[in-house]
């Protein structure tokens, strides 16, 4: 992880480093609003840059992962990892299927490993839910998730009380 931070730390100013490092898929917004905080980002401005950066993927994913996953299919090893990841997603998704865009929105917003923008894409992508609600849907959840780590990485929500 470091490697990554220096590189974009050496190359970028940091505005433009929190961008690209939320459009990241485990880091997205979650990582990089901290991340931001810590590089001299004012709080508004690092969420901000943040979300931005972290909604980009979003039409993205959502209108190549078929294509590139059918690609990935002609080649046994990825074949299996394909496979595997879509099973994973839909085991998420029956749960998200159940509440329709309020359970995309939950899942979202909820800031945890795991779930976010490019996991909630995929996920509404597999479900067959239109572009145009899955995206409200996400970046509402998206929002959401971003004023929970603001508030966490401002101190105004304190997790732990060291």
Do not use: C
């Amino acid at each position: 992880m470091n490697i990554i931070i220096n590189f974009f730390e050496e190359n970028f100013t940091n505005q433009m480093a929190i961008f690209l490092l939320s459009m990241f898929p485990l880091i997205e917004l979650k990582g990089a609003i901290p991340l931001g905080i810590s590089l001299g980002l004012g709080y508004f401005e690092s969420t901000i840059i943040s979300y931005i950066g972290s909604m980009l993927p979003v039409p993205l994913i959502f209108f190549t992962i078929r294509k590139i996953f059918k690609f990935l299919h002609r080649y046994d090893f990825y074949d299996k990892l394909v496979n595997k990841l879509v099973d994973r997603t839909l085991k998420k998704g029956d749960r998200i299927k159940k509440k329709g865009l309020l359970g995309l929105f939950i899942f979202v917003a909820i800031p945890l490993p795991g779930t976010g923008i490019w996991s909630g894409t995929l996920i509404a992508n597999l479900l067959d839910i239109r572009f145009k609600h899955a995206f409200i849907s996400i970046a509402l959840g998206n929002m959401f998730a971003g004023v929970i780590i603001f508030l966490i990485s401002s101190g105004i929500i304190k997790i732990f009380d060291f």
